[in-house]
T-cell receptor, first 109, second 118 residues
Framework: DQQVKQNSPSLSVQEGRISILNCDYT??????FLWYKKYPAEGPTFLIS?????DKNEDGRFTVFLNKSAKHLSLHIVPSQPGDSAVYFC????????FGAGTRLTVKP | GAGVSQSPSNKVTEKGKDVELRCDPI?????LYWYRQSLGQGLEFLIY????????KSGLPSDRFSAERTGGSVSTLTIQRTQQEDSAVYLC????????????????FGSGTRLTVV
């Protein structure tokens, strides 16, 4: 069962613009959420996380927003850079961790 | 080592054969995890080792799958009598601390083994 869903398999944005990657979850018991970034032929690397007691966490160009009532989180990248082109996975955890299927972001110069 | 090392990076095997996938975690990391990613799917948890404790095998999809971790370091994931649905990228991760999914920002993933069963 897909408890974490990333409904957009791909996203293309222009360099300098905002990238918004979305993630929905179904289990209200999840209390910790993460985003990972994956380049081809490499393992995923941690990007940013947020606890369920917060609704926003910012780290440089990356901001994660959490809307618990909607069971929705999003990752904003501003400004987007070509080096941000990668697959982004969201993950949610409590006693176990579930990953989404990933969204392939392409940032065009 | 500096990172998590997995071997082989690619493996093509015939249906029905056994395969072994290897993971060398970061030195000193006590926790080791195996995940797999099938085409179009998210990362699926398989098994978790923490120190000398009994592993959490709750994610293994069938009894054809097994894993061991020798000396608290290197881990081997074995798939017996491989089937086409076993084709996936198998990822290993390690972390300094235990707790099944806590401190997930402390995970370091390897580059994975791409398994293709023909």
């Amino acid at each position: 069962d897909q408890q974490v869903k990333q409904n957009s398999p791909s996203l293309s944005v222009q360099e300098g613009r905002i990238s918004i990657l979305n993630c929905d979850y179904t289990n209200s018991m999840f209390d910790y959420f993460l985003w990972y970034k994956k380049y081809p032929a490499e393992g995923p690397t941690f990007l940013i996380s947020i606890s369920s007691i917060k609704d926003k966490n910012e780290d440089g160009r990356f901001t994660v927003f959490l809307n618990k009532s909607a069971k929705h989180l999003s990752l904003h990248i501003v400004p987007s850079q070509p080096g941000d082109s990668a697959v982004y996975f969201c993950a949610a955890s409590r006693n176990d961790m579930r990953f989404g299927a990933g969204t392939r972001l392409t940032v065009k110069p | 080592g500096a990172g998590v090392s997995q071997s082989p990076s690619n493996k093509v095997t015939e249906k029905g054969k056994d395969v072994e996938l290897r993971c060398d975690p970061i030195s000193g990391h006590t926790a080791l995890y195996w995940y797999r990613q099938s085409l179009g799917q998210g990362l699926e948890f398989l098994i978790y080792f923490q120190g000398n404790s009994a592993p959490d095998k709750s994610g293994l999809p069938s009894d054809r799958f097994s894993a061991e971790r020798t000396g608290g370091s290197v881990s081997t994931l074995t798939i017996q009598r491989t089937q086409q649905e076993d084709s996936a990228v198998y990822l290993c991760a390690s972390s300094q601390e235990g707790g099944l999914f806590r401190g997930a920002d402390g995970y370091t993933f390897g580059s994975g083994t791409r398994l293709t069963v023909v």
